[in-house]
């Protein structure tokens, strides 16, 4: 039974449906549950919130990874199913502390000063909840002082980055010079993303690293944790 719960989560979150009045992107889907109510039933079932994250949402999302990289998924693809796993995991946040799982560790998220664009981040702040780490989203067009505020407030261990235009990606050596200046920028890991941002330009201005897309930029995060990120 706890299969096949687990399954049915995995398969929705492929198919980027929410609720049971999503298409999905196969025909004959609708009134079927989708992820929320699954997550939901699983609950019910007392099934470990740790399982149905790890089982059915991350296993999911993996497929979803490797259909993008296949270029069989789109963004808009991609987003439906992040959206999924998102709706999943503010089901679960309540019973993740009841099942003692801690968190992997904590990201704050912001878009570029004068940058209005966020599915980008978005994308990855749910990827990251749903690989275990806590999240703080500053939303977009955010200022350097109030990355640096709430870096002193959340004290967390990773700072993402995200621009969508080039005017825009000068704040970002704006931002980790704002760290530096603040005394704070040997505290967090500062990871740069988005369309106009290249592995180049993360090195020219400090970045510790750069996610050519939501799922590359959970495994910098992973891998700059496992290799001791603070």
């Known amino acids: 039974m706890t299969e096949d719960v687990l399954a049915l989560i995995k398969e929705n979150v492929i198919q980027g449906r929410v609720t049971q009045d999503d298409e999905g992107l196969e025909e004959g889907m609708v009134g079927q549950p989708g992820v929320s109510e699954l997550t939901e039933k699983a609950l019910a079932q007392d099934i470990n919130a740790g399982d149905i994250i790890k089982r059915g ?18 963004i808009p693809d991609m987003l439906a199913s992040a959206e999924a796993v998102g709706a999943a995991m503010e089901i679960l946040e309540p019973h993740l502390a009841k099942s003692g799982i801690k968190s992997k560790g904590k990201v704050v998220m912001a878009t570029a000063k004068g940058d209005l664009h966020d599915i980008g ?6 990827l990251l909840r749903g690989a275990g780490y806590t999240v703080k989203d500053l939303g977009n067009d955010v200022a350097p002082q109030v990355i640096v505020a709430a870096v002193k407030e959340e004290k967390p261990q990773f700072v993402g980055l995200s621009a969508l235009l080039t005017s825009t990606m000068v704040n970002m050596k704006d931002t980790i010079q704002a760290l530096t200046d603040s005394g704070l920028r040997d505290e967090v890991k500062v990871i740069i993303g988005g369309a106009p941002v290249s592995e180049e330009f993360a090195h020219s201005i400090g970045a510790d690293g750069y996610g050519a897309d939501g799922f590359d930029a959970v495994r910098v995060v992973e891998s700059l944790d496992s290799a001791g990120g603070n």
């Open 121 to 126: 981040k978005n994308i990855v702040s749910i």
């Open 57 to 74: 949402l991350t296993a999911g999302m993996d497929i979803v990874g490797q259909k993008f990289e296949a270029k069989e998924y789109y």
